[in-house]
């Protein structure tokens, strides 16, 4: 058979997750809570499984009541217009399959996508099955702020889109309305489209709001935004997350959505459609998140970690320089902390295309206290 990603491997995630249960790890290596969704969610969604008339096929774009409950949430948090349910909002199978089916709607054969890197693993080669090809731009220490000027070098006739993830998945950094409108400049006589993944919206720390790209009326008219419930509502396996994306190019994304997965499971649709309009559960999120992000901090003083500043997101990412031996690479440390000291993490060159190597690891803090002070110990063992 002639693959048609001969370089890819199994995603680091689960390589990760599978050591970490081979050694008997703490996993702070793939990004889960490990603790549940709100009750009131749990209890929905048992209500709608056991509820007669709901267990066959959702419509195509999504339960109405629940893109209808999205909408007001979009414009109560972001103080912009309302979405238009039934054009503008569509529910996937987790921003995974938002994620696949934009880059499968608008890349051609030959069209470049520019990615900033270190990004999210799904990106280039969900870009390459299309035909695409990725042109990767380097995000860099300290902060991995995107360089506007590098960016722009990068534009040519052949972009297609660009890929934004803020905040950012490994490195934390979270976009301003300066790098908005700097991205608007450039983008402003092109037909270059914008994928802005917003899986992390409500993990934006220290009193920052989250600038969303849907704020910028300029971004917002060529741009696909995204978000999960899997991340909001502590329930990754639930799989169910969302598009907004003016209706041409929403209609672009259907054409997709409708031939990968059709619809997304009814009554989880229901349970969320219940729960999305409480703003209480959303709006203690950075809070929430913030205390795991100190806490995590706090505990690894004094092993030997430098901690990189953690804006947005639920990722500590930490040089492990002082604690390698000669010539490690992230990928043998992070398997002999796994193993040795028994947390797992994720080594950052995995985030990168050419396997670019900073000499830091991924935690995720996204864990009860018990598991992070557990996992603190741990990690103070290692020498
Ligand atoms: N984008 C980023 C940046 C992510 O970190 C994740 C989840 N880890 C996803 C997309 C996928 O989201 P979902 O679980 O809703 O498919
Ligand atoms: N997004 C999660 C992470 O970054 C993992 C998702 C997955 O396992 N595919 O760890």
Known sequence: LRSKLPDVGTSIFSVMTQLAQESGAINLAQGFPDYDPPQVLLDALACHVSTSGQQQYAPMPGLLRLREAISAKTAHLYHVPAPDAAT??????????????????????????????????????????QGGVPMYVPLRLP???????????????????????????????????????????????TDVLVLSDEVYEHMVFDGEPHRSTLQHPEL??????????????????????????PPALTTELRRVHQFVTFSVSTPTQHALADVVPTTALYDSLPAFYQQKRDLFRELLTGTGFELLPVPGGYFQLANFRALAQANESDVAFARRLTQQAGVAVVPVSAFYHNGHDDGLVRFCFAKREATLHAAAERLRTLT
């Open 88 to 129: 503008e909002i569509t529910v996937t199978s987790g921003a995974t399959e938002a994620l696949y089916a934009v880059l499968a709607a608008v890349v051609h054969p030959g069209d470049e996508v520019l990615v900033l890197e270190p990004a999210y693993d799904l990106y280039g080669p969900a870009i390459r099955l």
């Open 220 to 245: 917002r008219e060529r741009a696909f935004v995204l978000s999960s419930f899997g991340k909001t509502y502590h329930a990754t396996g639930w799989k169910v997350g969302y598009c907004i994306a």
């Open 143 to 189: 902060d991995f702020h995107p360089d506007w000027d590098q960016v722009a070098a990068a534009i040519t006739p052949r972009t297609r889109l660009i890929l934004l993830n803020t905040p950012n998945n490994p490195t934390g950094a979270v976009l301003t309305s300066t790098d908005f409108d700097a991205l608007a400049e450039l983008l402003r006589n």
